[in-house]
């Protein structure tokens, strides 16, 4: 079985004290590539660090995730593009719109999420979108800047109906499904069947978001199995079909251009 986790912060100081170990169990589970997003303009430099040591399986993605955005974002955002002007990166990511936790900046979020869409169109890149509680602003920017033009996966997908089926008609997107849908409350497994399989990617979201039976735990990559089998018993399917299918499109999404080495 080959997987893909397309979406892992392993660059993360969680796994300092183990990284060797944490990636050497993936592999051994059968998950093989590494799609890593960045944060902040504080993360880029271990980001950089993680995918040079590993780059047979680790994958950067370059963005400013929404809550990073603060009073000196006009900053923030010139060192992100700066940044992608100097390497191949697989994705913009993790970019997006966070009204959860604080609405302060909520213009910025909207300014800086929108730019970031553009760079994509102009570099034809995907783009990895973070939304809480915020999945009508994301789709209003999503098509004032273009989404006919856009491409991309909506990260830790774990909305309501109606958010999915307006989600099936941007044809050029995914979902990413993570450790949520071991979760007791995810509802949205009853409905995620109308989803196609075809544009659902496997990711962690490591170290968060740990999948039962290790919730409270740090997440790590090797983990993806677990939401392999879920997703495998709300699809009525053998894990091994999950596996192909799911790693097929995250290789369509991120890795046309081939930038890998398959291991």
């Known amino acids: 079985m080959y997987l893909i986790d397309s979406h892992t912060h392993l660059f993360s100081e969680e796994f300092d004290s183990d990284r060797d170990?944490?990636?050497q169990r993936a592999i051994e589970a059968g998950i093989r590539l590494f799609c890593l997003p960045n944060i902040d303009t504080e993360s880029v430099e271990r980001l950089h660090q993680v995918s040079d040591q590993y780059s047979a399986c680790c994958f950067p993605m370059m963005g400013l995730?929404?809550?990073?955005?603060?009073?000196h974002y006009q900053h923030d955002l010139e060192v992100i593009k700066t940044e992608l002007n100097k390497r191949e990166y697989i994705a913009i990511g993790e970019i997006g719109l966070d009204l959860y936790w604080d609405q302060t900046f909520l213009n910025e979020q909207i300014h800086v999420f929108e730019e970031q869409l553009r760079w994509s169109i102009d570099r034809d890149l995907p783009v990895v979108i973070h939304t809480r509680e915020a999945f009508p602003q994301v789709f209003e920017s999503l098509y004032k800047v273009g989404i006919e033009r856009l491409r991309g996966v909506f990260h830790?997908?774990?909305?309501?109906?109606e958010e999915l089926e307006?989600?099936?008609?941007?044809?050029?997107?995914?979902?990413?499904?993570?450790?949520?849908?071991t979760y007791k409350k995810a509802n949205f497994r009853d409905y995620l069947p109308m989803f196609p399989l075809e544009r659902i990617v496997l990711e962690t979201d490591s170290p968060y978001l740990s999948p039962t039976p290790f919730r409270g735990?740090?997440?790590e990559p090797a983990y993806l199995l677990h939401t392999a089998a879920k997703l495998a018993e709300v699809y009525n399917l053998p894990i091994e079909k999950i596996a192909e299918v799911t790693t097929e499109n995250a290789r369509r999404l991120f890795f046309r251009r081939g930038l890998h080495n398959d291991t």
């Open 21 to 23: 170990f944490v990636i």
């Open 156 to 161: 830790s997908f774990g909305g309501t109906r």
């Open 217 to 219: 735990k740090r997440n």
């Open 166 to 181: 307006e989600i099936v008609l941007c044809k050029n997107f995914m979902i990413g499904i993570n450790g949520v849908i």
């Open 65 to 71: 995730h929404p809550t990073s955005v603060k009073a």
